[in-house]
């Protein structure tokens, strides 16, 4: 454990973060001197973070502004036990995991096994909290099956959103401006308007542009540019304490040139075949040192997504509880034009993409106590339906006869054996349905002042449809994919429905003042469904269009369930100047559900059973008033997927992905004053990994990866300002952080890689 302490992680992600400017000082919770307590809702209501048993990474606006996470893509940055992975299309491979756990792989079927709520409201994908956040005042990561309160698809853990609510007290506001390198412009502001003595108007608007950090060698340009806007307006009723109603809407748009710019990883036969082609259109060949990051594109790759909503949360008092209601309706729509499917400077293969989603949910709950049991409880029901719809057009560049000519010329065929000149191909039209329902109960009991129980249980339905049929493919019988056997797939339109109980049993024990222990089992769910794909009811010789009497596949998938224990502890000390909280946990999955793009088609398949086990350490220490030392850390020493002969080679009995043996961040963070006005603030982080497998189909694997942070700056002691100088990955290091196989190019990789070093200058305030 003390390698864990040394080597180990981050600044508390925890308390580190939230408590980052108020470390020292009188504790506005207890009126003492000492780290400032957090308040956190994992439990449905608010609690002290200590008294809560659950592993849970809180920061608070402040915090989130200093680490700089301006969206979940970086949530590493406050928790070496989080990661995050995106690719091409944000809306299939958009994936969060926690402590090694989680949905990976490309698939636009799946939600994800950590929940994303956003002012209570469930978001089905990752990639709607990957926008920027906006006006957002807390976030908390739930660490471990949140299967009672939360729901499904929260086998590996939830993460809470909450968007600052409007003040009825006064007329205020905040504003940050941010320049940096890449040509990085960051633009936020929001105002608070009080309306009379009852009710209050919250608007927020951001602006936020860079460049993109991978470049052409031949124009210069650089790819993955971003270009985004969002708006948000709240309005909140408050005519009396029992009454409460908050009205949210919100609209965020980014577009760009996203994300085909990836860098050549592990060179596969055809690499030279795509290198010469490369040549021929008079382009240069990127440079294969991942530092340089460069890449040679023959396709545009615009992408626009758009994602929009209304949220209504209703708080009235009955009694001695309370009745919540959340009400939301949203819609996500993703366009991409253009994309170079081939992630070459070869012209071979282009395609264009859309996916909709439209989402409505309802979920009621109260909470109440039992004096007589000196108990809290929460009831709960909850409804959802989403509605997917989703195009993709497939079509072969200038250089895609070719290309499929020297394949198949290896194999002594004459030119045009496989047709594949220029134009649409096929198109592919997919539909899908969810909708769950829920009920939802639980309780804590304290059995004395020391000892109390916990106890919840959620029951679950979730029917799934899914279709999928070729809206267009073209009739050449020789058609290159015809010949290698993988389409046209068979059309299917089918359903399936899961029905499921999961939910926690727990003790907690309080031998001292400043400590806490607890013994939690949690049982997880994850819903199955259809895997909504061209060959999610098989290949070529599956469709019976094509060879009558042909057996469709099934193109459905199981649930995974995850039974996890946990033992913890949260300890405060050295007079409330210290805190480390610790957990050890065990996980053991049923039907582990994992994503696969095998270089021509996607897959959905279920590991019969996998295990993980490992060890967290959160600590920090106020070293003086002004200046905290944060050490977080995981050990993962299994995280493994059973041995399966259903599963690939590359799964079955293999280390999962994206899950390294130990993880940690270490961070010094200083908030002094200097004079009666001014404030100097500071802050340095280092963040380790080890190696970790980053290829669902593969065995590719990185290295162990390091990165450096840090932010200098003054601020009003007033708080009216702060600027500061921030630097992101200080020494540039290059890794990839996800690699794929590359379409039509068996045994060729490519791989997105970590951000360069980043610099600039930020200013925000309040008034």
Known sequence: MSALLLSGAAFLAVPAFAQNAAAGGENAATGE??????????????????????????????????????????ISNISPSIE?????????????????????????????????????????????????????????VLRGPQGTLFGKNTSAGAVLVSSTAPDIGELTGNYELGYGSYNALDVKGAVNVPLGDVAALRVAALYTEDDGFVRD?????????????AYKAQLLIEPSDDFSMRVIGDYSKTTGDCCYATVDYIDGPTQPLVDGLTLARGMKLPSKRLKDRQQVLSANSRQRIEDYGGTLLVDIGIGSGTLKSVTALR????????????????????????FKSQFFSQELTFNGEVEALNADYVFGLFYSDER?????????????????????????????????APGQWAGERMRGNATSYAAFAHLNADISDKVSLIAGLRYSIEKKEGAFRN??????????????????????????????????????????????????????????????????????????????????????????????????????????????NIAFFYNDISDLQVAQFVGLQFTVLNA??????????????????????????IWLPRARYGTDPNL???????????????????????????????????RVQYQYSSSQFINTASSARRGGAGTMNANLGLKSEGGGWQIEGWIQNAFDKAYPTLSFNTPIQTGDENAYLSAPRTYGVTLRGSF
């Open 608 to 633: 019969k059973s996998a295990e993980t086990y490992g060890a967290e350490i959160e600590s920090l220490f106020e070293i003086t008033p002004g200046l905290t030392l944060g050490v977080d850390g």
């Open 388 to 420: 997917l719809d989703m195009t993709r057009d497939l079509s072969w560049g200038t250089q895609g006869q070719t290309y499929m000519d020297a394949l198949f010329g290896a194999l002594n065929a004459p030119p045009g054996t496989a047709y594949a």
């Open 217 to 229: 060698p031949n124009s210069g340009r650089r790819y993955n540019s971003l270009n985004a806007q």
């Open 471 to 580: 809206s267009f493919y073209r009739p050449q019988l020789n058609d290159a994919f015809r010949l290698l056997g993988v389409q046209p797939g068979p059309s299917y339109d089918v359903s399936t429905t899961d029905r499921a109980l999961s939910g926690t049993a727990g003790v907690q024990f309080r031998p001292t003042d400043g400590a806490m222990i607890y013994l939690t089992y949690n049982r997880g769910f994850k819903a199955g469904g259809v895997n909504i794909d061209s060959n999610g009811g098989g290949t070529r010789l599956n469709n019976p269009a094509e060879f009558p009497g042909a057996v469709v596949l099934d193109p459905r998938f199981k649930p995974e369930t995850v039974n996890a224990i946990e033992l913890g502890a949260k300890l405060d000390y050295l007079d409330r100047r210290a805190r480390t």
């Open 648 to 682: 690939a080679a590359a799964l079955s009995g293999q280390r999962f992905r994206y899950a390294s043996k130990f993880a940690g961040n270490v961070s010094l963070s200083l908030d002094q004053p200097v004079t009666n006005d001014l404030g100097v603030t500071g």
């Open 331 to 354: 819609e996500f729509n993703l366009a991409q034009i253009g994309a170079d499917a081939d992630f070459s400077g070869a012209d071979i293969f282009e395609l264009d993409e859309t």
């Open 84 to 140: 995050f992975r995106a690719s091409n299309i944000s809306s299939s491979s958009a994936n969060v995991v926690i402590r090694g756990l989680g949905t990976t792989g490309n698939s636009r079927t799946f939600e994800g096994a950590v929940g994303i709520f956003i002012d209570g409201v469930y978001r089905t994908r990752a990639a709607s909290a990957l926008q920027n956040f906006l006006d957002i005042d807390s976030l908390q």
């Open 33 to 74: 001197e000492g780290l400032t307590e957090i308040l956190v809702t994992a439990q449905r209501r608010e609690e002290r973070l200590q008294d809560v048993p659950v592993a849970i990474t809180a920061a608070n606006s402040e915090a989130l502004a200093v680490a700089r996470i301006e969206n979940i893509a970086n």
